[in-house]
């Protein structure tokens, strides 16, 4: 199947300061990108969708002022926490789906562990 | 709301059991739908997937599921786990006319051996 990479696998930040996380598609275009949100024992929460060169579509409750996300090109997108906060500590996931037959299925990255200590 | 329902949070076996673990969706209309497991300290990975056609889905790792409209159920089974299937499990769906994927809450399956 297709890979999508997502680094880094995990960061701790110190409250205030700003992480970037970065989803790449290896092998395809992926024209629309997700970002997760997962809680433990909780499932992966939708935060928002960003198709190439456009604004994402957050969902209802996320920040977008805090969640900044870019997808400036067909294999890059980028989740900046910003002013990072203990209460952001989560696992963040990209996924990614292309057109044709690619847009049928997302293909997720490993994973962000972020703390905020 | 659109959703898709995962009836267990945990499920507890021992190996050589069989497993079905259910899942419901709320969509109208096409949906695809998709079968994910997380294996501990691992990615999602795709399990099995049902577009169209034979409404009975094989996967990888024996795995099979059974998309059954009426039900709007599309619930994941396995004849006979092993210790390597303890992972956590989310089923999900995808409107075929909207690229957002739905999740279930995950279903935790530990195997002893």
């Known amino acids: 199947g297709a890979v999508v990479s997502q680094h880094p696998s995990w960061v701790i930040c110190k409250s205030g300061t700003s992480v970037k996380i970065e989803c790449r598609s290896l092998?395809?275009?992926?024209?629309?990108m997700f970002w997760y949100r997962q809680f433990p024992k909780q499932s992966l929460m939708l935060m928002a969708t960003?198709?190439?060169?456009?604004?994402?579509?957050?969902e209802q409750g996320v920040e977008k002022d805090k969640f900044l996300i870019n997808h400036a090109s067909l294999t890059l997108s980028t989740l900046t926490v910003t002013s990072a906060h203990p209460e952001d500590s989560s696992f963040y996931i990209c996924?990614?789906?292309?057109?044709?037959?690619?847009?049928?299925?997302?293909?997720f990255g490993q994973g962000t562990r972020l703390t905020v200590v | 709301a659109q959703s898709v329902s995962q009836h267990n949070h945990h499920v507890i076996l021992s190996e050589a059991a069989s497993l079905e673990l259910g899942c419901n969706y709320s969509?109208?209309?096409?949906?695809?739908l998709f079968w994910y497991v997380q294996y501990p300290g691992q990615h999602l990975q795709l399990l099995l997937k049902?577009?169209?056609?034979?409404?009975l889905v094989k996967g990888i790792k024996g795995f099979e599921a059974e998309f059954i409209k009426s039900k709007f159920s599309f619930n994941l089974r396995k004849p006979s786990v092993q210790w390597s299937d303890t992972a956590e499990y989310f089923c999900?769906?995808?409107?075929?006319?909207?690229?957002?994927?739905?999740f279930g809450q995950g279903t935790i399956l530990t195997v002893h051996p």
């Open positions: 996924s990614a789906s292309g057109t044709g037959i690619m847009n049928t299925e997302a293909f």
């Open positions: 092998d395809f275009q992926a024209t629309t």
């Open positions: 960003s198709n190439e060169g456009s604004k994402a579509t957050y």
């Open positions: 969509y109208g209309g096409t949906v695809n």
């Open positions: 049902y577009f169209s056609g034979d409404p």
């Open positions: 999900a769906a995808i409107r075929t006319s909207y690229g957002k994927l739905t």
